[in-house]
């Protein structure tokens, strides 16, 4: 979003422009948290399976081996 000509006034002491809104501003980005741990995953590792249509994979290869390969 950029300010409209009219929004914008000379300052001139620091020869630049200045919007009428107020100074420019970065926000800090959120804190990023910890990436799961292998244990983690292990334990939701038959969890996976559910997620996904593999019906047509269980026909033609087996339940169990299906759920495994998509897992």
């Known amino acids: 979003m950029s300010a409209k000509p009219e929004d914008v006034k000379q300052d001139s002491e620091s020869k630049g422009f200045v ?3 107020g100074p420019f501003v970065i926000n800090a980005n959120p804190p990023v948290k910890e990436p799961h741990t292998r244990e983690e995953v292990d334990a939701q590792f038959d969890k996976a399976a559910d997620a996904f249509d593999h019906e ?4 033609q290869f087996g339940s169990d081996e299906a759920r495994q390969k998509v897992a």
């Open 56 to 59: 047509e994979l269980a026909a």
């Open 19 to 21: 919007s009428e809104r």
